[in-house]
T-cell receptor, first 117, second 112 residues
Framework: GAGVSQSPSNKVTEKGKDVELRCDPISGHTALYWYRQSLGQGLEFLIY????????KSGLPSDRFSAERTGGSVSTLTIQRTQQEDSAVYLC???????????????FGPGTRLTVT | AQSVTQPDIHITVSEGASLELRCNYS??????LFWYVQSPGQGLQLLLKYFSGDTLVQGIKGFEAEFKRSQSSFNLRKPSVHWSDAAEYFC??????????FGSGTQLTVLP
């Protein structure tokens, strides 16, 4: 498809388990972002990938959270030893940005709703 | 650090009425400003953006927004609301090289 896709759309897991969330950005987009949206809240920035540069991990809430982006395309967000407070919608976005240039608008996927029981 | 304030958590309007959603930002330089809309169970869709130039920007679905530097505002407007506009609206500010900072959102309810 032409848009950002995320999988799974819903994930229910038990406390303490690890989960992996996947994001397929729009082809050709150089930047990829992960956000977390808790119930009734705005979007909380988690991590940002731009091309081959080192990712900006400044928004990751703890060392249980990690993300990678393979081949400059698909990204996986991993949450280890999940806690109930990790329950949220995880949104991925991608955008096109030339090196040193402005960030163009971000295009969002539909999100993965994570429920930790 | 940049920040965005959307002072109205929830707004209710009647169908056909005009709409204005408020957004105030804090940022040291000229910001990049965005409005997104999120329907239930959906991702965010870009309504409009301001980078530079004309301070009144037109977006999709009949929305417009005006950048007012003196008031640090970027309010979203629509002259006549449709029932399908019911959704949550997010204002965001970004600098050239980093992520967007989002407001906490305004939930819009449209009465028939």
């Amino acid at each position: 498809g032409a848009g950002v896709s995320q999988s799974p759309s819903n994930k229910v897991t038990e406390k303490g388990k690890d989960v992996e969330l996947r994001c397929d950005p729009i082809s050709g987009h150089t930047a990829l972002y992960w956000y977390r949206q808790s119930l009734g809240q705005g979007l909380e920035f988690l991590i940002y990938f731009q091309g081959n540069s080192a990712p900006d991990k400044s928004g990751l809430p703890s060392d249980r959270f990690s993300a990678e982006r393979t081949g400059g395309s698909v990204s996986t967000l991993t949450i280890q030893r999940t806690q109930q407070e990790d329950s949220a919608v995880y949104l991925c976005a991608s955008s096109f940005r030339l090196a040193g240039g402005p960030t163009y608008e971000q295009y969002f996927g539909p999100g993965t709703r994570l429920t930790v029981t | 650090a940049q920040s965005v304030t959307q002072p109205d958590i929830h707004i209710t309007v009647s169908e056909g009425a005009s709409l204005e959603l408020r957004c105030n930002y804090s940022y040291g330089a000229t910001p990049y400003l965005f409005w997104y809309v999120q329907s239930p169970g959906q991702g965010l869709q870009l309504l409009l953006k301001y980078f530079s130039g004309d301070t009144l920007v037109q977006g999709i679905k009949g929305f417009e927004a005006e950048f007012k530097r003196s008031q640090s505002s970027f309010n979203l407007r629509k002259p006549s609301v449709h029932w399908s506009d019911a959704a949550e609206y997010f204002c965001a500010v970004g600098e050239s090289a980093r992520q967007l900072t989002f407001g906490s959102g305004t939930q819009l309810t449209v009465l028939p």
